[in-house]
């Protein structure tokens, strides 16, 4: 296996739900190619399904934890993604850290202008400060 099948594995198992086998491939994936982003960035997002399924707080906080590391680390590598930087800010808003996760969101929009979801993910972040003023025209 190379790490292209590696990480196709961990696709096929992600859709399965099987997220324990899908990391382990993603993890091996990323061992033979240490400087694909992709490889990170489906780790990110591994670990922020854990942290949507898991019901106890304490767990829940660390895979979003490791999921903000394996987006930053992907970041690093491929600082024009929007997809990178809206996940980004998905998962600092949900870590508390609403100022950063605005910072993100904003930029997903400032590369990909025209993607509504986005500019939904800016209002979303002023709503949780309660920035009322400029929620609002961030959804217009």
Known sequence: FNSVNHNDLGNLLYLQKE?????????????????????????????????QKDTQAATAKKWLKQSKQHYLEAWGMNPLDPKLALHLAVVCNDLGQLREGL?????????????????????????RMKDWEKAAPAYE
Request: net charge negative; charged share 15%; hydrophobic share 40%.
């Open 19 to 51: 997220e324990a086998l899908a990391i382990a491939a993603y993890r091996q994936a990323l061992r033979l190619e240490p400087t694909q982003p992709q490889y990170q960035a489906n780790l990110g997002l591994m670990y922020l399904r854990l942290y």
């Open 103 to 127: 910072q993100y969101a904003q930029t997903a929009v400032k590369l990909s202008p025209q993607s509504a979801e986005y500019q939904e993910e800016v209002g979303l972040s002023y709503e």
